[in-house]
């Protein structure tokens, strides 16, 4: 099931259907805010919040998500997205899994 999760990762990067993004960090702290933007050509939803995907993130722990849509809330939108095109984008080659 993992490698079918990643193969599809892979296929969505290739082709261009996903983009990947990864921040560094100077010193000890961590990166730790989670940023999700979906879009199509018209319209365009975020979301930024606590939650990590593990059993605690999802279910045990108190989290925090923000949703924002393009057709609601442009200026929140419009924000994340210029937040993240601070950071590169990961390339990943294309593999056979």
Known sequence: MKKKR???IAWMVEDQLLEIKAA????DGIFHPKTLILSDDKDTL???G???????GL???FEQLMVATSWLA???VKTQQDFL???GT???KKRTY
């Open 6 to 8: 990643l193969a599809t």
């Open 24 to 27: 560094a960090v100077n010193g």
């Open 46 to 48: 975020v979301a930024v």
């Open 50 to 56: 606590s939650p990590n995907e593990t059993g605690s």
């Open 59 to 61: 279910g045990g722990n």
């Open 74 to 76: 442009r200026d929140a």
């Open 85 to 87: 095109k601070r950071f």
């Open 90 to 92: 990961i390339n990943m």
